[in-house]
């Protein structure tokens, strides 16, 4: 099965591989955002690997090296190529020449400004990888644009809507590239709805089309043959399902992500107490898709989840039973301090440790905020239909007696009004009041509440109005969804809008009207394919046994679904449950992912001044950083060769001038002289000159 992950990651290191420099060693430069990308599907070792020098990051000052070619990877911004052009506008260039990878298409403007400029002649060549966009998982990709919510839909951003949209479609055209796939596209056009953003997804899908037969005509080879049946890619909207960021969803990604504080940054991480040889220390774990315990459990119901943890760690234990107790392991708890025992298993320490932490801690809060009688009414104002699969009663009654609770907290009772109001299709403007005033909730989560009406939603109605209620789409939802499956979970009977609508374009029973194509053309030979390729299987003349083993595995249609304002990890499962259990390969894609927390945040300042957005348009443009205008520091000469000093020659004197006894000097010494006044004998010389005389 094909992953965004490797493909980007393959793109990338062809890239580089293809760049061989005479020295055979090379720099890689990259912006921040592309670094971004970089990192998201690889660690730097692994560009290193390729006789790569150093990675290095444009806005950083770096020593010139004129020696070296360097590879830069681009975005597509006038800041980021204003960056480039003054590593080669001084006196000593950074580098030798230039190899650009360009994340996605610059354009002519851009193209012109680096024509014109000093690094022009620099230029080694230049391409276009396709990459500007994130994978999040196998089969789920991102823009990391959270702020794309405002530019679609809030009121004073319609003058940005456009230029936002074209820049979604280039993005979207990345991933279509990257697959190999020039889609049959596909729109969802809400019915009975009168707000201002119900054009949108239709907009913005003709905008992917052209950006595809744009690049189609400069490309005359894309797409690569293929015997894959054509792709085809849906552009919808948040407003096609209002109801999935809110509703509770118990499969394990979906319910980690609403009730654990999981951040979401460059990595995907939960901090937890994790045990060493030291003691306890909080650590940040991240969840990624090297994760293979994760991988396999994220789309299961938590129960599930529970069970087949605790099942494989079950058969650790019996596969290690020289290290641990067998005996012990009955419990999550058990198993956890069994866990902080197990030095010599570090990695699978950590990894199961992980998800038994987050699996206890949402089974702890799903008991604690009394999520079993919260659920069962969401369920049934989402459906439509009680746990029985009959047209409920007393659903009022049931809302108030939650909001009564003081175990239920103010978010859930926002996330069930929220509900109420999109089951009942507008309230009275006095209902809506004393629910609010009922939940104790303020002034704030009445604008969220009223705010719905932005996305299509009917808040406040009038009294008397006979309008039907645009909710009984849903209740084909869940009979379908009750009959298809042999067992449910009677909280888990709500079927996302975006799973149902691939099920229908799998049976292709996908209502045109609703779901039209951009190019009209292309209706009749998408509708007729399928029925054409089933007659083709049964009149075909060789019998399917008769197929080897590699013809057994045909190749699977690739169908994209780019969700607009935020996807929820709810439509990710759902994209996954129906690629296994059809013959699709389905990638689901959107400016970012959104968690009901962050959903409800969204929709309180999706009429708040533009000011307080601090949207990338907004923003004063960018200038080139100090440093990397700085004249480069003139290299100091090398010091002199440090020359050790002589050795000290004595010099004798010559023969003739040897040392000669001080002769003249000592002439005039006398030896007996006594001084004036007496000496030491001169009482003794006295005497005998005395005794002369007699």
């Known amino acids: 099965m094909v992953s965004l992950i490797e493909l980007q990651a393959k793109a990338i290191i062809d890239a580089i591989q293809n760049i061989q420099p005479q020295n055979t060693w090379r720099y890689v430069v990259t912006d921040e955002t592309s670094f971004k990308i970089i990192k998201n599907v690889m660690d730097i070792h692994q560009i290193l690997d390729h006789q790569v020098t150093a990675v290095q990051e444009l806005e950083h000052k ?48 851009m193209q012109g400004m680096l024509r014109n400029s000093p690094a022009w002649r620099y230029i080694a060549g230049q391409s276009v990888l396709s990459i500007d966009f994130f994978p999040r998982e196998s089969h789920l990709f991102t823009f990391r644009e959270p702020s794309s919510f405002f530019s679609l839909y809030h009121p004073d951003c319609r003058s940005v809507v456009r230029n936002h949209m074209v820049e979604l479609a280039r993005k979207i055209l990345c991933v279509c590239i990257e697959l190999g796939e020039n889609p049959t596209i596909r729109y969802f056009r809400p019915m009975n709805v009168q707000h201002e953003a119900k054009v949108l997804s239709e907009l913005l899908a003709r905008a992917v089309q052209d950006e595809l037969d744009r690049y189609a005509k400069s490309h005359p080879a894309f797409p690569p043959q293929s ?25 394990y990604q979906a319910m980690a992500h609403d009730l654990l504080p999981i951040k979401e940054n460059d990595q995907v991480t939960y901090s937890m107490e994790v045990t060493e040889q030291n003691g306890t220390e909080m650590k940040d774990m991240v969840i990624s898709e090297n994760d293979k315990i994760w991988v396999d459990v994220r789309h299961q119901h938590m129960k599930d989840t529970i069970e087949k943890l605790m099942s494989d760690f079950q058969g650790f234990l019996r596969d290690n039973k020289n290290f641990v107790d067998t005996t012990a392991a009955v419990s999550l708890n058990a198993i956890k301090d069994m866990l902080a025992n197990l030095p010599q298993f570090q990695e699978m320490k950590e990894a199961y440790s992980l998800h038994l932490s987050m699996a206890q801690e949402c089974m702890s809060l799903f008991e604690k905020k009394k999520l079993p009688d919260t659920a069962s009414v969401e369920q049934t104002l989402a459906t439509g239909l009680n746990e029985n699969y009959q047209a409920p009663r007393n659903v009022a009654d049931q809302l108030v007696r939650l909001l009564d609770d003081s175990a239920i907290g103010h978010p859930e009772r926002l996330r069930l009004i929220i509900m109420y109001l999109l089951f009942k299709d507008g ?42 209620n645009r909710n009984h789409a849903q209740l084909k939802k869940a009979k379908n969804n009750n009959n298809d499956t042999e067992e449910e979970y009677e909280l888990s009977r ?89 013959t699709r390969d389905i990638f689901l894609g959107s400016s970012h992912m959104i968690t009901p927390m962050s959903w409800l945040h969204q929709l309180s300042l999706v009429r708040d001044s533009r000011r307080n957005l601090d949207l990338p348009y907004d923003r004063p443009q960018k200038a080139v950083p100090k440093q990397l205008l700085e004249a480069d520091p003139v290299p100091k000469p090398p010091p002199p060769p440090v020359q050790q000093a002589p050795p000290k020659v004595v010099q004798r004197p010559p023969p003739q001038q040897q040392m000669q006894p001080p002769t003249k000097e000592m002439g005039g010494l006398k030896v007996n002289y006594n001084p004036p006044g007496g000496g030491r004998y001169a009482p003794e010389e006295k005497k005998k000159k005395k005794f002369g005389l007699f």
Not at 80 to 96: E, G, H, W
Not at 233 to 248: Q, T
Not at 557 to 568: D, E, K, L
């Open 227 to 251: 015997n894959r049946p054509k792709g085809v890619l849906f552009i919808v909207d948040r407003s096609i399902d209002l109801y999935a960021p809110v509703l509770h969803e118990f499969t």
């Open 494 to 582: 709500f079927v996302t809008a975006v799973q149902s609508m691939l099920e229908d374009h799998v049976k292709g029973t996908l209502d045109p009207t609703i779901f039209p194509f951009v190019k009209a053309e292309f209706a009749q030979a998408a509708l007729g394919g399928q029925e054409s390729s089933s007659q083709a299987s049964l009149r075909s003349a060789r019998p399917t046994w008769a197929k080897t083993r590699l013809s057994v595995v045909e190749p699977k249609q690739r169908v994209i679904v780019f969700m607009a304002g935020g996807a929820t990890y709810s439509e990710s499962r759902a994209c996954y449950e129906v690629a296994k259990s059809s």
């Open 427 to 468: 309230l009275l403007e006095g209902d809506l009041q004393k629910l609010i005033f009922h939940a104790h909730l303020g002034r704030a989560e009445e604008t969220i509440c009223r705010n719905l009406d932005i996305l299509g939603a009917r808040v406040i109605k009038p009294l008397g109005d006979k309008t039907p």
């Open 62 to 109: 770096r020593p010139p090296n004129p020696k070296f070619e360097a590879v830069y990877f681009l975005s597509p911004d006038e800041y980021v190529l204003r960056c480039f052009i003054s590593d080669f506008d001084r006196p000593v260039t950074r580098y030798a020449c230039a190899h650009i990878q360009w994340t996605s298409d610059p354009g002519e403007v």
